[in-house]
């Protein structure tokens, strides 16, 4: 089980970001061995959010209702108490900047125990996840 972070949905939808081919092998990789991929509704609008601006609202569009039908990807909504741990994440992280967004996904990734997470973000080490692809971080 794996949990996919923003950066790899950008990654691997903008020819032009600088991960990806880094993306795009590991998306193939993850596609092969039939890993179980999660993400949570508010990954999905930071990354639609941004497709739009970088891409064009259509492509993002798109891309979005690609993503809604697929069957091999689960969408995790936090709840109210799930919202509440975040905003404990937010405070008590404040140093390294991390995106409510980013919060979220811990809480979402602690309750259902995902370990592994596709992201180019290392404030996912943080917290103790293990980050994939490997040796490749934004900041």
């Known amino acids: 089980m794996i949990y996919i972070d923003t950066g790899a949905f950008l990654a691997r939808h903008l020819s032009k970001d600088q991960y990806h ?57 936090p709840n109210k108490k799930d919202e509440s741990k975040a905003i404990d994440f937010f405070e008590k992280y404040s140093g390294h900047r991390l995106s409510f967004t980013d919060c979220i996904s811990f809480v979402l990734m602690q309750s259902k125990k995902i370990k592994r997470v596709f992201t180019f973000d290392h404030h996912f080490q943080i917290l103790g996840f293990q980050k994939y692809p490997k040796n490749i971080s934004i900041h």
């Open 21 to 77: 081919g880094q993306a795009i092998s590991f998306w193939n990789s993850i596609q092969k061995k039939g890993e179980t991929c999660m993400t949570s509704n508010f990954v999905l609008d930071e990354a639609f959010t941004l497709l739009g601006r970088r891409a064009g609202y259509g492509f993002a569009a798109q891309r979005a209702r690609n993503i809604y039908a697929s069957e091999s990807l689960s969408i995790l909504r």
